[in-house]
T-cell receptor
């Protein structure tokens, strides 16, 4: 059973368009994260979300990106004005239960910008 | 700039043998260390976490941490063909708290030969 459920599994968008990736936690946790992995490259941290606020963000997470928890449950990652180099797998992860420093990943959304 | 280095491989190991995977990290104050397994096209799956110097065993897996040498390793005993995957080393920053993002290495591609 996945720790979080991500939708869609694959998204194709035209360059310059906005995309919204969604993450649905299976149960209540305090810590959530977004990571991305460009094909053939390492997994990269984008942003962490704690107690409904952004806690930490990387240099990658610039003004093109935003995160929200619009209904108190689902998480969204919005990418504005997509570029070809935004093509990647985007993973949502949740913090661990007893040991909050562990991260458990969802199945990912493959974003293809054409 | 935090760096996590791994030999990209491929590392080829006969079935039933011990596979040894290594990782070094640059940030001396890192507190939490993780090994993830990633099958091609899938999301990272947490297999081990370690926080203190020494060895930690879980089934066929043993994680080893040496903070003085900034070195983490993973041993897989009785290797099985299903262990063939890319193994990612990940490190969490100095505060060790759950909100910090993980820094990943590029991963070692492990092949278990039947």
């Amino acid at each position: 059973e996945p720790e979080v459920t991500q939708t869609p599994s694959h998204q194709v968008t035209q360059m310059g368009q906005e995309v919204i990736l969604r993450c649905v936690p299976i149960s209540n946790h305090l810590y959530f994260y977004w990571y991305r992995q460009i094909l053939g490259q390492k997994v990269e941290f984008l942003v962490s979300f704690y107690n409904n606020e952004i806690s930490e963000k990387s240099e990658i997470f610039d003004d093109q990106f935003s995160v929200e928890r619009p209904d108190g449950s689902n998480f969204t990652l919005k990418i504005r004005s997509t570029k070809l180099e935004d093509s990647a797998m985007y993973f949502c992860a949740r913090g661990g239960g007893g040991r909050v420093t562990e991260a458990f990943f969802g199945q990912g959304t493959r974003l293809t910008v054409v | 700039q935090k760096e996590v280095e791994q030999n990209s491989g491929p590392l080829s190991v006969p079935e039933g043998a011990i596979a040894s995977l290594n990782c070094t990290y640059s940030d001396r104050v890192s507190q939490s260390f993780f090994w993830y397994r990633q099958y091609s096209g899938k999301s990272p799956e947490l297999i081990m976490s370690i926080y203190s110097n020494g060895d930690k065993e879980d089934g066929r897996f043993t994680a080893q941490l040496n903070k003085a040498s900034q070195y983490v390793s993973l041993l897989i005993r009785d290797s099985q063909p299903s262990d063939s995957a890319t193994y990612l080393c990940a490190v969490r920053g100095y505060s060790g708290g759950g909100a910090d993002g993980l820094t990943f290495g590029k991963g070692t591609h492990l092949i278990i030969q039947p």
